[in-house]
């Protein structure tokens, strides 16, 4: 700083300039006064800065779980979907062999029908008949 009589520049902030001993404490209160007000000043434009930032963030994070939810809603409407089909052919496959088992009774229960009429097989070409 500099002495605000003689005009001195000084070493630090002394309370009293050494050249011509001013009493530089007022001085140095105003100084002190006005570095907390700037200081403040600072504080407060960096709050603003923090808040402007976390709003973006927000911002940013709400648009990426809209679209996240998006997908999620697509993903869930497409492995319905790969269920639906799954299902349906595993029920296919289920009438499937529902009906090979009974058209494989139905003849079961059919050549044990013929047997019994024909117990010694003299029909069915099984017979070594003249
Ligand atoms: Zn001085």
Known sequence: ?????????LPDEPNFCPFCGTDLRPTLQVMKEVRASRTQQKVVQIAEDIETVNLGVRKRIDNTGAAI???IDQALSQAEQSVNA???????????????????????????????????GNKNGSSDAS
Not at 100 to 114: H, I, M, P, Q
């Open 1 to 9: 700083m500099f002495c605000i009589r003689c005009g001195k520049q």
């Open 69 to 71: 939810g998006a997908e």
């Open 86 to 120: 799954g299902v349906q052919t595993a029920e296919q496959s289920v009438v499937n062999t529902v009906n090979d088992v009974t058209n494989g009774v139905k003849s079961a229960v059919t050549d044990a029908v013929e047997s019994l009429k024909d117990p010694f």
